[in-house]
């Protein structure tokens, strides 16, 4: 049976001390209005006190003993991906909304089910997707709806960076570790974005990495029921980059920095057409607030306990997601990487 709901600020605990929970989720969810930061727990007992030293909460050592604290309304979840179905689970059958890194699952079954258990019980789900909550896509949006460049005819995206230490968890294939699930995400979820949930897999090809046994880039072809198309990389082992061109048929509309944009940075969106070419600077935003900020207002709408918290849109978007991650995953044509560096 549900729980009375608490009726003062979202109280939110931390299952995992990750580095993303360090330097971005953690300082955001301190900042957001009307939430606190409880308890922070980790399987290493001096992580956990670093971290709570810092963001000045309770340390917790073991995810066990999170779970049986009853002063949190909330969990934000950023322990490895393999870990995400079962301990997003136990959290949900505690009446705990949650707040999970993405990839919310590492299979489509496992979001289901989550998706499902978190309606039946009227929980707030939300996977920690931070860019889609940057207003530069919204005004991106805005320009291609009114024709700016024409029709829509192609996406291009990429989200790559440098290759990593040999001991990150990215590389963990138990963990659920790779470098589509890891950034790869990002231009998929880019592509629903503007064109909606109705993309199917066309072709891909992952490079796998012989040490670890993960894939560490990888390129992908989507195509929209409407006609357009879309082509994607990711990986790290590369220089970085992040960004995306939507080509019309009239210009071509360009984003850099266009999935870590830090807080600060005013980002630039360049329009380029036959004999003419123009640049609009956005106002600076950050992203990991905007992101958090959207999670305590859910949680509050969906008080008292039961009520709906609006989950239709995200979930069937989530969803899609895991599905096309998985179409390129199990469609893709596999080759070997060379070394790490």
């Known amino acids: 049976m549900n729980s009375p709901p608490h009726s003062g600020p979202v109280r939110i605990g931390v299952l ?62 950023s322990v490895p991906n393999s870990l995400h ?4 689970r136990r959290l949900l059958m505690r009446d705990k909304h949650v707040l999970a890194e993405k990839p919310l699952t590492t299979r489509p079954a496992d979001t289901a089910a989550l998706i499902g258990l978190a309606a039946e019980r009227g929980l707030v789900l939300r996977e920690n997707i931070a860019f889609v909550h940057h207003g530069l896509h919204r005004r991106v949006a805005e320009l291609v709806e009114g ?15 440098p290759p990593l230490p040999g001991t990150d968890v990215r590389y963990r294939a138990d963990l659920g570790g790779g470098a589509l699930l890891d950034a790869g995400l990002y231009p ?7 064109l909606g949930d109705e ?11 012989p040490v670890s046994g993960v894939d560490v880039a990888g390129s992908a072809v989507l195509a929209a029921s409407t006609g357009e198309t879309v082509t994607l990389s990711f990986g790290f082992e590369h220089g970085y980059g992040a ?15 266009a999935f870590t944009p830090p807080p600060a940075m005013a980002p630039v969106v ?51 997601t895991a599905e096309l991650l998985d179409g390129i995953a199990t469609s893709a044509h596999r080759v070997t990487a060379g070394r790490r560096d």
């Open 85 to 88: 179905h079962p301990w997003v």
């Open 16 to 77: 995992g001390a990750s580095s993303i929970a360090w330097r971005r989720t953690l300082p955001a969810l301190l900042d957001a209005a009307d939430s606190t930061v409880v308890a922070v727990a980790s399987r290493e007992r001096e992580k956990a006190e670093r971290f709570a030293a810092r963001f000045g909460c309770a340390a917790v050592h073991g995810y066990e003993s999170l779970l049986e604290r009853d002063d949190i309304d909330a969990v934000y979840v």
């Open 270 to 320: 360049r329009i380029e057409e036959q004999d003419h070419a123009e640049e609009i600077t956005l106002p600076a935003e950050h992203q990991f607030a905007a992101s958090a900020s959207s999670f305590v207002a859910a949680v509050l709408r969906s008080r008292p306990l039961g009520s709906d918290p609006g989950h239709g849109e995200w979930a069937r978007t989530a969803l899609r």
């Open 147 to 161: 024709g700016r460049i024409g029709r829509l005819r192609h996406i291009d995206a990429a989200f790559c960076f």
């Open 199 to 209: 993309l199917t897999v066309a072709g891909a090809v992952l490079r796998d990495d």
């Open 243 to 257: 960004r995306y061109t939507l080509w019309g048929s009239t210009g071509r509309l360009c984003v850099d920095r």
């Open 188 to 194: 998929v979820r880019l592509a629903q974005y503007f």
